[in-house]
């Protein structure tokens, strides 16, 4: 199923080998299977629309699989937030489209109190600041509304004019997606909580989980 789909892909969207193989690597044919929106995936990998918004580019769930922690192994947010330094270049790829880094551990100060945001990235195609947030636990409402806080430092003390309102990712192990829209204003476009796997997961498992939401 996994090569036909690749095959088909491939004659009906006139790639070359090249395309062909970054599709591949990306792992195309299991992000369609994870993903509630599984066309607006296709659209983007077929080219046939630019990315819009944080959403079309930030991917979710992304696949850290390069960083070698071991699924079943303990480690804290500062053991992944190091090992996605040490592969920065892999995991802004995994990220999405246009990223570049900018701080680590940045320090703000407000009224006396400092805080240290985990990761400070740019988006060049949506020309914002991109705050990553890491959490190794199932994310809670106190986790963002605290990411809400550094992207509204961000809008009123970094940003300049001519540069869209900043996007928060909560890099999380695990999240109640009801929680998050909850927490969320309605019309909220700037916070993102996106989980993370340390391993893809097969295709037998993928089909499995599809079955279940069918």
């Given at each position: 199923?996994?090569?036909?789909?690749?095959?088909?892909?491939?004659?009906?969207?006139?790639?070359?080998?090249?395309?062909?193989?970054?599709?591949?690597?990306?792992?195309?044919?299991?992000?369609?299977?994870?993903?509630?929106?599984?066309?607006?995936?296709?659209?983007?990998?077929?080219?046939?629309?630019?990315?819009?918004?944080?959403?079309?580019?930030?991917?979710?769930?992304m696949v850290l699989q390069f960083l070698g922690l071991k699924q079943e192994s303990n480690y804290y947010e500062k053991d992944l937030e190091t090992k996605i330094i040490t592969h920065l270049q892999e995991f802004l790829l995994e990220l999405g489209n246009g990223f570049a880094f900018m701080a680590r551990q940045k320090r703000i100060h407000l009224a006396g109190d400092d805080f240290f945001i985990d990761l400070v990235l740019y988006n060049r195609l949506l020309q914002c600041f991109v705050i990553v947030e890491i959490k190794t636990d199932k994310i809670t409402h106190q986790d963002i509304g605290q990411l809400q806080m550094y992207v509204n430092y961000h809008d009123r003390f970094e940003k300049k004019d001519h540069e869209n309102p900043t996007i928060g990712i909560l890099l999380c192990a695990d999240k109640n997606d009801a929680v998050v829209k909850i927490t969320l204003p309605d019309d909220n476009q700037t916070i993102i909580a996106s989980k993370y796997q340390l391993y893809l997961p097969s295709e037998e498992q993928l089909l499995k989980e599809l079955r279940k939401v069918k």
């Amino acid at each position: 199923m996994k090569r036909e789909f690749y095959e088909a892909e491939a004659v009906k969207n006139a790639w070359s080998s090249r395309q062909l193989e970054r599709q591949i690597n990306s792992h195309l044919y299991e992000r369609l299977l994870m993903s509630n929106h599984p066309e607006a995936v296709l659209s983007i990998a077929r080219s046939e629309k630019e990315p819009a918004d944080a959403q079309d580019i930030i991917k979710d769930p992304m696949v850290l699989q390069f960083l070698g922690l071991k699924q079943e192994s303990n480690y804290y947010e500062k053991d992944l937030e190091t090992k996605i330094i040490t592969h920065l270049q892999e995991f802004l790829l995994e990220l999405g489209n246009g990223f570049a880094f900018m701080a680590r551990q940045k320090r703000i100060h407000l009224a006396g109190d400092d805080f240290f945001i985990d990761l400070v990235l740019y988006n060049r195609l949506l020309q914002c600041f991109v705050i990553v947030e890491i959490k190794t636990d199932k994310i809670t409402h106190q986790d963002i509304g605290q990411l809400q806080m550094y992207v509204n430092y961000h809008d009123r003390f970094e940003k300049k004019d001519h540069e869209n309102p900043t996007i928060g990712i909560l890099l999380c192990a695990d999240k109640n997606d009801a929680v998050v829209k909850i927490t969320l204003p309605d019309d909220n476009q700037t916070i993102i909580a996106s989980k993370y796997q340390l391993y893809l997961p097969s295709e037998e498992q993928l089909l499995k989980e599809l079955r279940k939401v069918k």
